[in-house]
């Protein structure tokens, strides 16, 4: 009911910045929280940010405390994720998925919509 597609990803040397997107379709809810997630070759799936629906309340991964920033527009529908200071081992695919119960916001399994994804790769 609910499609997310994420935009944004690319090759960037390190220090860099880059901006993701995730656009929302179908249905939505007015209270929610949306959250990034990464996953590296050869590792699980790991949470990175979340944001609630007001925006007031976010939470980041220690290993992006600083250097990344989530941010919503209810309007458009979309969440980003502002990475500056971009690091070799910030290389993943980053996927934005949504979480209608508002529980487990730091917990893979907990989220009900995914997005498929988008490469990020920080060169050295």
């Known amino acids: 009911q609910v499609q997310l597609v994420e935009s944004g990803g690319g090759l960037v040397q390190a220090g860099g910045s880059l901006r993701l997107s995730c656009a929302a379709s179908g249905r939505t809810f007015s209270r929610y929280v949306m959250g990034w997630f990464r996953q590296a070759p050869g590792k699980e799936r790991e949470f990175v940010a979340y944001?609630?629906?007001?925006?007031?309340?976010?939470y980041y991964a220690d290993s992006v405390k600083g250097r990344f920033t989530i941010s919503r527009d209810n309007a458009k529908n979309t969440v980003y994720l502002q990475m500056n200071s971009l690091k070799p081992e910030d290389t993943a695919v980053y996927y934005c998925?949504?979480?209608?119960?508002?529980?487990?916001?730091?917990?893979?399994?907990?989220?009900?919509?995914w997005g498929q994804g988008t490469q990020v790769t920080v060169s050295s």
């Open positions: 998925a949504a979480n209608s119960r508002l529980e487990g916001l730091r917990v893979v399994d907990e989220y009900d919509y």
């Open positions: 944001i609630s629906w007001s925006g007031g309340n976010t």
